[in-house]
């Protein structure tokens, strides 16, 4: 995982000053965690405008539990684990379309200028290059939620498919299956961005 | 060598270092063009998802979440100075009942109730030396510590996200 909240002793160790009331090392630990929270957040709950009211919610909750967190797991799993819980429960009870693709993935895909068509100079090469990532962000955003969940906390939070199963709920074999089809879909849809450079 | 061209699953595996190939794979990986291109495409998409700028909220949610927590403490302390007016009002009622009943009763009450009537105000001036002490030294701490810096939920089925 690229935040190292990582050992079970720095868990420990953070753990122990926040039951003392010590506020800062809860700050901490927020400012730690808070890419992977935001990455299951924003993947899960298309709603912007419930992003923040969501997290703030989580890390409250996770304050109030942390004296039953037994260290059976990461520190960073097990908050993970709450914020999955949370986003679904939000989901379930504000029954959410979370299957609608954000308007700006729309406009994207349906722009008549494609990267092949550039030139390339070193200016429009890092243009290029912008554009990409911005692709492949708004492509990551429009997958079914889970399967951009799933390819967030894999390739980018560098999570083990036992901790993403952990985190999920769902037994291992299904993650696995989960990840096979969203990276093939994936691939399908930013085929059309890199099939001229290969 | 179309025919053994390497699966998707393989492709990914491979990528992710899930797999080794067997002799007759790589083989295959090594003369194969098609295979190499798709190795090559699944690199450059795991590596470009890697560099993806990281997730973050617009606001400052460590600060929110402090500034929640700490009006979360102070109320909790609010509530326990009322707790504590509460039971000092309770004593205030019996003393002021036991002193009724010692006044209106007193031949029946006998020296019992003399001496209560005459126990009860330092009784409570000790509790009240006692609590009103402890409760705003924990309130200071508390207000010190707060300004001085900035459970799982049930598992559920998720077969709705997909």
């Given at each position: 995982?690229?935040?190292?909240?990582?050992?079970?002793?720095?868990?420990?160790?953070?753990?122990?000053?926040?039951?003392?009331?010590?506020?800062?090392?809860?700050?901490?630990?927020?400012?730690?965690?808070?890419?992977?929270?935001?990455?299951?957040?924003?993947?899960?709950?298309?709603?912007?405008?419930?992003?923040?009211?969501?997290?703030?919610?989580?890390?409250?909750?996770?304050?109030?539990?942390?004296?039953?967190?037994?260290?059976?797991?990461?520190?960073?799993?097990?908050?993970?684990?709450?914020?999955?819980?949370?986003?679904?429960?939000?989901?379930?009870?504000?029954?959410?379309?979370?299957?609608?693709?954000?308007?700006?993935?729309?406009?994207?895909?349906?722009?008549?200028?494609?990267?092949?068509?550039?030139?390339?100079?070193?200016?429009?090469?890092?243009?290029?290059?912008?554009?990409?990532?911005?692709?492949?962000?708004?492509?990551?955003?429009?997958?079914?939620?889970?399967?951009?969940?799933?390819?967030?906390?894999?390739?980018?939070?560098?999570?083990?498919?036992?901790?993403?199963?952990?985190?999920?709920?769902?037994?291992?074999?299904?993650?696995?299956?989960?990840?096979?089809?969203?990276?093939?879909?994936?691939?399908?849809?930013?085929?059309?961005?890199?099939?001229?450079?290969? | 060598?179309?025919?053994?061209?390497?699966?998707?699953?393989?492709?990914?595996?491979?990528?992710?270092?899930?797999?080794?190939?067997?002799?007759?794979?790589?083989?295959?990986?090594?003369?194969?063009?098609?295979?190499?291109?798709?190795?090559?495409?699944?690199?450059?998409?795991?590596?470009?998802?890697?560099?993806?700028?990281?997730?973050?909220?617009?606001?400052?949610?460590?600060?929110?979440?402090?500034?929640?927590?700490?009006?979360?403490?102070?109320?909790?302390?609010?509530?326990?100075i009322w707790e504590g007016a509460f039971l000092a009002l309770i004593c205030v009622a019996a003393g002021v009942l036991i002193w009724f009943v010692g006044s209106t009763f007193?031949?029946?009450a006998?020296?019992?109730t003399?001496a209560v009537r005459d126990m009860w105000l330092p009784a409570m001036l000790g509790i009240l030396a006692w609590t009103v002490?402890?409760?705003?030294?924990?309130?200071?701490?508390?207000?010190?510590?707060?300004?001085?810096?900035?459970?799982?939920?049930?598992?559920?089925?998720?077969?709705?996200?997909?």
């Amino acid at each position: 995982m690229k935040q190292e909240a990582g050992s079970i002793l720095t868990d420990q160790i953070i753990v122990k000053r926040v039951l003392d009331g010590d506020t800062r090392a809860y700050a901490l630990l927020i400012k730690k965690t808070e890419g992977l929270v935001a990455g299951i957040i924003l993947r899960l709950v298309r709603d912007k405008s419930d992003h923040s009211d969501l997290a703030q919610d989580i890390y409250i909750k996770v304050y109030r539990n942390l004296k039953n967190f037994r260290f059976g797991s990461k520190l960073s799993t097990w908050i993970g684990q709450i914020a999955y819980n949370s986003c679904y429960n939000y989901l379930d009870k504000k029954k959410r379309d979370v299957l609608r693709a954000p308007e700006s993935f729309d406009v994207m895909m349906h722009s008549p200028e494609t990267v092949s068509d550039r030139s390339e100079s070193d200016q429009e090469k890092q243009m290029i290059r912008e554009e990409l990532t911005e692709a492949l962000r708004l492509e990551i955003e429009a997958l079914p939620p889970l399967y951009g969940l799933l390819i967030t906390l894999y390739h980018y939070e560098e999570l083990s498919c036992a901790e993403i199963a952990e985190i999920t709920g769902m037994p291992e074999g299904t993650v696995k299956s989960y990840l096979f089809r969203a990276r093939k879909m994936l691939k399908e849809k930013m085929w059309v961005y890199y099939k001229d450079g290969i | 060598m179309k025919n053994l061209h390497w699966s998707e699953e393989e492709l990914q595996q491979y990528v992710t270092g899930e797999m080794t190939p067997d002799d007759l794979q790589e083989y295959h990986l090594q003369h194969c063009q098609h295979c190499r291109a798709m190795v090559g495409y699944y690199g450059m998409l795991f590596s470009e998802i890697r560099n993806l700028p990281g997730d973050t909220f617009e606001e400052d949610i460590s600060g929110l979440v402090m500034d929640r927590i700490a009006a979360g403490s102070v109320s909790h302390i609010k509530a326990r100075i009322w707790e504590g007016a509460f039971l000092a009002l309770i004593c205030v009622a019996a003393g002021v009942l036991i002193w009724f009943v010692g006044s209106t009763f007193a031949s029946l009450a006998g020296v019992f109730t003399s001496a209560v009537r005459d126990m009860w105000l330092p009784a409570m001036l000790g509790i009240l030396a006692w609590t009103v002490p402890q409760m705003y030294t924990e309130y200071k701490k508390k207000l010190e510590m707060m300004t001085s810096d900035a459970a799982p939920a049930t598992r559920l089925h998720h077969g709705g996200l997909i």
